[in-house]
């Protein structure tokens, strides 16, 4: 369990015991006997950009204004010239309505709807893709012994993927101190979030990384790469999709980071092997107990 020196380090840190996240529900485990387990919540949240109903997305609930303005931000609804004059959320109505100084029209962008390989039915556009030809991310540099801390940290942290399950995290990082973790049901929804916190803030990303426990798909390599954060880390695998993306615009991709491994397929010419691997502990059973998938 990370301690509360740790647990400072966050700006924004999971609450997996907020009202509303979870319930609980009886069932029978393997032997027969009765059981009671915390199971995550889903609910849809339809987001709306000024009068133009964009998408439906089943998620856990919070952080509902980040949510959208990540999604539409890393749908190119929103660029960083566009003010942004409110973001009202209805819980009653489930809707997030993103108001700008300027409306703009997106109804050709809707007929280009298809399915992601995410979780939770994710909802992406067709032409996600646009813009991404003239990505070039920094060359920036990362030490082994920030990525082995940052895992440390993040694998220790009280989370609903430790909890319940069944949720994917993506957390925000700067060096070896994790700054944003975000969940949701799909990793789609929880980087949309960390995008959103970063549009919100007006955040650099230039010298972040992106942790996911989710699998490095070239949906998450894609969002990353517009999101403009040079390094992507997970505990899980890659897509070669992903993988063949990540080269092309010189991002970093790490994956399979358990205790002392990891697989870098991107970016190896930037990593700072500052630190024995042999030196730092394998990583305990405990961490390992709930798998996302």
Same mark, same amino acid.
């Given at each position: 369990?990370?301690?509360?020196?740790?647990?400072?380090?966050?700006?924004?840190?999971?609450?997996?015991?907020?009202?509303?996240?979870?319930?609980?529900?009886?069932?029978?485990?393997?032997?027969?006997?009765?059981?009671?387990?915390?199971?995550?919540?889903?609910?849809?949240?339809?987001?709306?950009?000024?009068?133009?109903?964009?998408?439906?997305?089943?998620?856990?609930?919070?952080?509902?204004?980040?949510?959208?303005?990540?999604?539409?931000?890393?749908?190119?609804?929103?660029?960083?010239?566009? !003010? =942004?004059? /409110?973001?009202?959320?209805?819980?009653?109505?489930?809707?997030?309505?993103?108001? @700008? &100084? #300027?409306? %703009? *029209?997106?109804?050709?962008?809707?007929?280009?709807?298809?399915?992601?390989?995410?979780?939770?039915?994710? !909802? =992406?556009? /067709?032409?996600?893709?646009?813009?991404?030809?003239?990505?070039?991310?920094?060359? @920036? &540099? #990362?030490? %082994? *012994?920030?990525?082995?801390?940052?895992?440390?940290?993040?694998?220790?942290?009280?989370?609903?993927?430790?909890?319940?399950?069944?949720?994917?995290?993506?957390?925000?990082?700067?060096?070896?101190?994790?700054?944003?973790?975000?969940?949701?049901?799909?990793?789609?929804?929880?980087?949309?979030?960390?995008?959103?916190?970063?549009?919100?803030?007006?955040?650099?990303?230039?010298?972040?990384?992106?942790?996911?426990?989710?699998?490095?798909?070239?949906?998450?390599?894609?969002?990353?790469?517009?999101?403009?954060?040079?390094?992507?880390?997970?505990?899980?695998?890659?897509?070669?999709?992903?993988?063949?993306?990540?080269?092309?615009?010189?991002?970093?991709?790490?994956?399979?980071?358990?205790?002392?491994?990891?697989?870098?397929?991107?970016?190896?010419?930037?990593?700072?092997?500052?630190?024995?691997?042999?030196?730092?502990?394998?990583?305990?059973?405990?961490?390992?107990?709930?798998?996302?998938?």
């Amino acid at each position: 369990m990370a301690s509360n020196d740790e647990l400072t380090e966050y700006l924004i840190a999971p609450n997996p015991a907020a009202v509303g996240l979870t319930r609980a529900v009886d069932g029978v485990d393997h032997t027969g006997a009765e059981t009671t387990i915390s199971v995550v919540e889903e609910r849809p949240l339809t987001i709306f950009l000024n009068s133009q109903e964009i998408v439906t997305a089943m998620t856990i609930g919070d952080y509902p204004e980040y949510l959208a303005l990540g999604f539409l931000r890393n749908q190119h609804m929103l660029s960083d010239d566009d !003010t =942004v004059t /409110g973001v009202d959320f209805d819980e009653e109505l489930e809707t997030v309505v993103v108001r @700008t &100084e #300027v409306e %703009t *029209s997106h109804e050709e962008k809707l007929k280009k709807k298809t399915r992601t390989s995410g979780c939770a039915v994710g !909802t =992406v556009f /067709g032409d996600m893709m646009e813009g991404l030809e003239d990505v070039r991310l920094p060359a @920036t &540099e #990362v030490k %082994t *012994s920030d990525l082995y801390a940052l895992a440390h940290k993040i694998n220790r942290t009280p989370s609903l993927y430790l909890e319940a399950g069944a949720i994917h995290g993506t957390i925000l990082c700067k060096g070896a101190r994790p700054l944003v973790y975000m969940e949701d049901v799909g990793r789609h929804n929880a980087v949309d979030k960390v995008a959103g916190w970063m549009f919100d803030t007006k955040t650099a990303a230039d010298d972040k990384i992106l942790y996911t426990t989710g699998r490095l798909t070239s949906e998450m390599v894609i969002k990353t790469a517009m999101m403009g954060i040079p390094v992507l880390a997970s505990r899980s695998g890659f897509t070669a999709w992903g993988v063949e993306i990540a080269r092309e615009v010189g991002l970093t991709l790490i994956g399979r980071m358990r205790g002392q491994r990891f697989v870098c397929l991107s970016g190896n010419d930037r990593l700072i092997r500052d630190v024995d691997p042999s030196s730092v502990p394998e990583e305990s059973k405990k961490s390992r107990r709930k798998s996302a998938g």
